[in-house]
Nanobody, 125 residues
Framework: QVQLIESGGGLVQAGDSLRLSCAAS????????MGWFRQAPGKEREFVAS????????DQTDFVKGRFTISRDNAKNVVSLQMNSLKPEDTAVYYC??????????????????WGQGTQVTVSS
């Protein structure tokens, strides 16, 4: 059974950094694409970034380019999201997700098969 467990969220001030981690288990993820999404109160879930587990190819939405970096550690089965220069508008629950196959870039939540429970990120001004 696939499990995605997020960690690393918290309360920070504007300009601070956080590193989110997603520990994946339950199968071999070589041919999966891993994504990070976020959902703020009253808003729809939105795509943040994704990475191919096999090739390391990444995709990011424009509002995080230059601030957020997605990466993966194949040996530990962990996908991370390094978030720098955080802004109050980054406040949301952040979710890790997985889909197969890994090659296609996917930005819609319905394209992902598995989800974690989410981790809260709150950025104060």
């Amino acid at each position: 059974q696939v499990q995605l467990i997020e960690s690393g969220g918290g309360l920070v001030q504007a300009g601070d950094s956080l590193r989110l981690s997603c520990a994946a288990s339950g199968r071999t993820f070589n041919y999966y694409r891993m994504g990070w999404f976020r959902q703020a109160p009253g808003k729809e879930r939105e795509f943040v970034a994704s990475i191919s587990w096999l090739t390391g190819n990444t995709d990011q939405t424009d509002f995080v380019k230059g601030r957020f970096t997605i990466s993966r550690d194949n040996a530990k089965n962990v996908v991370s999201l390094q978030m720098n220069s955080l802004k109050p508008e980054d406040t949301a629950v952040y979710y890790c997700a997985a889909r197969s196959p890994s090659g296609a870039v996917a930005r819609l939540s319905r394209e992902y098969d598995y989800w974690g429970q989410g981790t809260q990120v709150t950025v104060s001004s």
